[in-house]
């Protein structure tokens, strides 16, 4: 099993920044790939970024790519999304996920955090 912890979230305005932590423990060892996903009000949850420990590939969504920047600190198991240039369209419940395989289906992640709110006001 695998637990993750996220923290960072909050309310910005728009062109604000935020950055969300994701602390990893238990068998991370069995974990490849990290990310996440987040899930407006009303929306099917959606596919943000991703990592893969293996080969160090990042992958983003089109709409956060050149805004959002995921990265890692193998030392202390903790992924990090800094977000800048928020939009109020950013706003949603965004996920911690962690899984074996690499990709950008939800169900593909067995491991999820609790979710932490981000809220851009316009």
């Known amino acids: 099993q695998v637990h993750l912890v996220e923290s960072g979230g909050g309310l910005v305005q728009t062109g604000g920044s935020l950055r969300l932590s994701c602390a990893a423990s238990?068998?991370?060892?069995?974990?490849?790939?990290m990310g996440w996903f987040r899930q407006a009000p009303g929306k099917a949850r959606e596919f943000v970024a991703r990592?893969?420990?293996?080969?160090?590939?990042?992958d983003y969504a089109d709409s956060v790519k050149g805004r959002f920047t995921i990265s890692r600190d193998n030392a202390k198991n903790t992924k990090y999304l800094q977000m800048n240039s928020l939009k109020p369209e950013d706003t949603a419940v965004y996920y911690c996920?962690?899984?074996?395989?690499?990709?950008?289906?939800?169900?593909?992640?067995?491991?999820w955090g609790q979710g932490t709110q981000v809220t851009v006001s316009s």
């Open positions: 996920v962690a899984g074996a395989l690499a990709t950008r289906n939800a169900n593909d992640y067995p491991y």
């Open positions: 238990g068998r991370t060892f069995s974990v490849n790939t």
């Open positions: 990592i893969t420990s293996s080969s160090g590939y990042i």
